[in-house]
């Protein structure tokens, strides 16, 4: 028994044999395509995150050194390296120029800016918090034009629930105190107070805030001028 046993395990043994050189003369151009695929998309893979990783790297120096040169006022040399990090830089440094451009357009222009950050916040590739942040930052740079109603309008859609929803309810209720609305201002700093996530620091200034909403308007009134007191006697 055991001799047929060791018997059917060799037959077994050379058919298995015979079956894999079959597949072999039949499939062995495509296993080695197929293998040389793999080692090229591995080695493939592997070179381009080694040149992601070299490309960040150098955006990141070309960011600092931008920045550098902008604090001690070589700001012609800066945004020049800003706009090409702008144009060809790694997406985030990309990101990171245009903010940064938004902002320096606002410190002059705010309607400019603003504009800037509006493209920001309208482009699909950014990430909704970035968005977010856009959207924030324009309606900051428009909230003291001449009609600051888009303004309003953003910081209101923020407010609802958004992460920059403390900020924006902050803003709406400081713009609504002067303008006069202090019941409207009220119902800001009130969602502000009720929030378990509002900052420590914005809740102290709330209590501020609280105080000049339940002082309402102040008027001020000249005292009349007391009648000068009559000149010594001569003698």
Known sequence: MAENNEFFREVNDDYRRDQVAKIWRRYSGVIIALAILVVAGVGGWRYW???????????????????????????QEADKIFDDLEAQGPAGYRLLARIRAATEAGKTDPAKGAAEFDTIAADSAVGEGLRDLARLRAALLRIDLPDP?????????????????????????????????????????????????????????????????AGGPVTVTEAKAEPAAPPPPTR
Do not use: C
């Open 149 to 213: 109603a888009p303004a309003l309008a953003s910081l209101q859609s923020l407010a609802a629930g958004s992460p920059f929803r403390h900020t924006a309810r902050e803003m709406l209720g400081l713009s609504a105190l002067r303008r006069g609305q202090y019941e409207e201002a009220g119902r800001w700093f009130d969602q502000l107070s009720a929030d378990p996530e509002t900052p420590q620091g914005l809740r102290q200034r709330i209590e501020v805030y609280v105080a000049l909403v």
């Open 49 to 75: 995150q080694s040149a992601q990783r070299s490309a960040a790297e150098a955006a990141s120096e070309q960011f600092d050194r931008a920045n550098r040169l902008a604090r001690d006022g070589k700001v």
